[in-house]
């Protein structure tokens, strides 16, 4: 198990289907976030749910920068009420949006999206099991692969939310720990993820195609 250790250079950055944010985030905001990350980590492996840490929290549990102002936890959809179930024992309080994509459960003012159907698709087992198990700040956990980190961010982006603030910001520090060519074919048949590529390889973030598949 890897111990992740980043305390934190913090940069822009948000996950799944959501608008990127570019308010940074304070360093008690932050401290929050992480003691509500852990607290829902160690209820969600307690009722033996598996999950995945996702979003920009899985970018920065691998040394990556996140503004993110609230927790990202990937679950399958068959587990997101017992995962709801589990979080609301353990006294956070649970809402159901009508969107039908997640859950959310807040801590005091720090929230929780449980996530089981991203821009991706329904979350599979696959996909936690692509996951990485780290310490995270001391708590065990499964943090999303970079290569889903990256598919699901460039797969959120659209006419309506063409902002790749938050793909860069992984992109930047981490791009050495990335599979640029199997973010490529996942992504190839959006043009915003086109359109990101040609910015990232201009900014000099990721290799040319050529250069990266010679």
């Excluded at 999206?113 to 780290?134: A, H, M, S």
């Excluded at 708590?139 to 860069?168: I, N, Q, S, Y």
Aim: glycine share 10%; hydrophobic share 45%; with cysteine.
């Amino acid at each position: 198990m890897t111990q992740a250790t980043n305390g934190g250079a913090l940069g822009p950055g948000r996950f799944g289907r959501c608008a990127d944010r570019v308010r940074p985030i304070l360093v008690s905001e932050f401290s929050d976030l992480c003691d509500t990350m852990k607290r829902a980590a160690a209820a969600l492996t307690a009722a033996e749910i598996p999950f995945v840490l996702a979003g920009g929290l899985a970018a920065w549990a691998r040394g990556g920068s996140s503004s993110d102002h609230d927790v990202d936890f990937l679950v399958l959809p068959k587990d997101a009420e017992q995962a709801a179930a589990a979080l609301e024992q353990d006294g956070f309080r649970i809402e159901r949006p009508p969107e039908g994509w997640l859950l959310k459960a807040y801590d005091g003012d720090v929230l929780v999206d449980l996530i089981f159907e991203p821009t991706t698709g329904p979350v599979t087992e696959e996909v936690i099991e692509r996951g990485e198990e780290r310490e995270v700040l001391a708590t065990p956990m499964r943090v999303m692969a970079l290569e889903d980190v990256m598919v699901t961010k460039l797969l959120a982006l659209g006419e309506t939310h063409l902002d790749f603030a938050g793909p860069l910001g992984v992109a930047r520090p981490l791009r050495e720990q990335i599979d640029w060519a199997d973010v490529r074919r996942r992504t190839d048949g959006s043009p915003y993820a086109r359109a990101f590529f040609a910015l990232a390889e201009d900014l000099g973030v990721v290799e040319p195609e050529a250069a990266s598949i010679g």
